[in-house]
């Protein structure tokens, strides 16, 4: 009980260890490293483009949109496939009929 | 209330409408790619930015960098700004933004760490940033924040902001709603749910360091 009391009594302290804190300063010469930053401009197009891929969301995207691709173009060459097999078999029907029926 | 603590109320207000006139004007100047006001709202913001992101990221060369981040968005996104809500609304927002950025990529990295040491690559565990302490904060206090900000850092992403925004940078809820995109009532309720979760993980803590 006494060490349960002892606890809360030292997460109270932890919880208001926060009050009455001052706000932290920006470094000195912020200004100038800004401007320098800027001027430096490290982050070309490039960078900014590969940020941009970098984003899990629009990798994700992608990567769902090529395999959307890849699904859709197997798919449609299975179809492919099986109409040309179809066709196959109807032409050699075709041409065993043709040749194994009599000479009129 | 007495007089003279309506004439304060007052003259404070008076103050915060100069304030945020002088910003719509200097807004207006930057609009119109005047560097001198731009060199102004740095001055005049960069601790506003650089307090927020520390509080955030926990690691002063980080904040300093998504300060600097942050007034390049500025500069460069400044026709965006409409001026529907206060100038310093909409740099906390980008200022929250970035610093999630961060946080989310040093999560990812750290995920990757954890990977390369199962691989027996390393067995350190170097993405670990060390105690972090607030150059804010009272020096007999100093030990429990660094506690204290331990266990924020483990907080869901919208408690921790909700928190470190009313706690560290000390904004009203109102103000803290416009910045998450938030109502009061749901900003009121991550800090309340911030608040029990720092209890329980310090209850742990105290539990295991007694």
């Known amino acids: 009980m006494q060490q349960h009391e002892d606890i809360q009594r030292q997460i109270d302290l932890t919880m208001g260890s926060l009050d009455g804190m001052s706000k932290a300063e ?17 982050d070309s197009i490039w960078t900014r483009s590969l940020a941009f891929l970098a984003r899990p969301a629009v990798a994700l995207s992608i990567l769902f949109v090529f395999l959307l691709i890849n699904g859709y173009l197997i798919m449609t060459n299975l179809n492919q496939q099986e109409e040309n097999i179809q066709q196959d078999y109807v032409a050699q029907q075709i041409s065993y009929f043709d040749t194994n029926s009599p000479n009129p | 209330m007495s007089i003279l603590e309506a004439e304060r109320l007052m003259t404070e207000h008076e103050e915060k409408l100069i304030t945020r006139a002088d910003e719509s004007y200097l807004v207006e100047r930057l609009k119109k790619g005047d560097e001198s006001a731009f060199k102004l709202i740095v001055e005049t913001r ?68 954890f990977i390369t040491g199962i691989l027996g690559e390393n067995n350190e565990l170097r993405h670990d940033p060390p105690e972090f302490q607030h150059p804010g904060v009272q020096l007999d206090n100093r030990e429990r924040a660094a506690t204290l900000f331990n266990s924020i850092s483990k907080l869901p992403e919208n408690q921790r902001v909700a928190f470190t925004l009313h706690k560290v940078e000390g904004i009203p809820y109102q103000e803290i709603s416009e910045i998450m995109q938030l109502s009061i009532s749901a900003v009121e309720s991550l800090i309340h749910r911030a608040k029990n979760n720092l209890r329980k993980d310090l209850e742990i803590y105290y539990q295991k360091n007694r």
């Open chain 1, 26 to 42: 920006a470094p000195a010469f912020f200004y100038t490293r800004l401007m320098a930053r800027m001027e430096s401009g490290t």
């Open chain 2, 46 to 113: 960069k601790d506003l930015v650089f307090n927020t992101a520390l509080g955030l990221l926990q690691n002063a060369e980080d904040a300093e960098d998504i300060t600097q981040e942050v007034f390049i968005k500025v500069y460069e996104s400044v026709h965006q700004f409409k001026g529907e809500s206060a100038f310093s609304t909409w740099l906390y927002k980008i200022a929250v933004t970035k610093s999630l950025e961060l946080i989310r990529s040093r999560k990812r990295k750290k995920r990757f760490a």
